[in-house]
């Protein structure tokens, strides 16, 4: 199973443009990556997800480079409702389902 | 479209007393989770079901948690006998019958053994 690497934390102001990377050395070729934000007492959502180049939503932007070990989450002009723990996931393809694996993740945290 | 219910919220028990949490996944989502989530780490996968079989368990304490799935839609989890460190919050999850599909979580059932 592929494992990532996030930062522990990143601080940042509110209009201000938010990119959170993420490393995945040992992603396989059938992996996809799975971004997701956490906000206290609730469960994860889902953000966006990708294979490879760029995807975007009406919420993030996920860049993906061509060796596919990185990748980063963009976040435009984060408000104070974007303080959360963001986790960065690589999928991996099991018979019957998909197998998250959540690390630690990112704490983000938007100030005034 | 209804999300991923769980119940209970909260709940609170002596050590060495029985637990069990409920969840109903989202109408047609084939797959399900659970996930133990202790306080400032992230999930960690206890057990996946498609449709009502087991696929992956490999993560849970066999000798004291157990998971069912009956007729493919609600499932529960249990604890027995149940331990200081099981005080977490139990996430519940499920997603549409594909891999690398996103999955929907439940807002958690939060433990507290004593």
């Known amino acids: 199973l592929a494992k990532t690497t996030q930062p522990i934390s990143m601080d940042s102001y509110e209009g201000q443009e938010v990119n959170i990377t993420c490393s995945h050395n040992n992603i396989a070729t059938n992996d996809y990556i799975t971004w997701y934000q956490q906000f206290p007492s609730q469960g994860p959502r889902f953000i966006i997800q990708?294979?490879?180049t760029k995807v975007t939503n009406e919420v993030a932007s996920l860049f993906i480079p061509a060796d596919r070990k990185s990748s980063t989450l963009s976040l435009p002009r984060v408000s104070l409702s974007d303080t959360a723990v963001y986790y960065c996931?690589?999928?991996?393809?099991?018979?019957?389902?998909?197998?998250?694996?959540f690390g630690a993740g990112t704490r983000l945290f938007v100030k005034a | 479209e209804a999300g991923v219910a769980q119940s209970p919220r909260y709940k609170i028990i002596e050590k060495r007393q029985s637990v069990a949490f409920w969840c109903n996944p989202i109408s047609g989502h084939a797959t399900l989770y659970w996930y133990q989530q202790i306080l400032g780490q992230g999930p960690k996968l206890l057990i996946q079901?498609?449709?009502?079989?087991?696929?992956?368990d490999s993560q849970l304490p066999k000798d004291r948690f157990s998971a069912e799935r009956l007729k493919g839609v609600d499932s529960t989890l249990k604890i027995q006998p149940a331990k200081l460190e099981d005080s977490a919050v139990y996430l519940c999850?499920?997603?549409?019958?594909?891999?690398?599909?996103?999955?929907?979580f439940g807002q958690g059932t939060r433990l507290t053994v004593v």
């Open positions: 999850a499920s997603s549409p019958t594909s891999v690398n599909t996103e999955a929907f």
């Open positions: 996931l690589v999928g991996d393809t099991h018979t019957g389902g998909f197998k998250t694996i």
């Open positions: 079901f498609q449709n009502n079989g087991v696929v992956d």
């Open positions: 990708g294979y490879k």
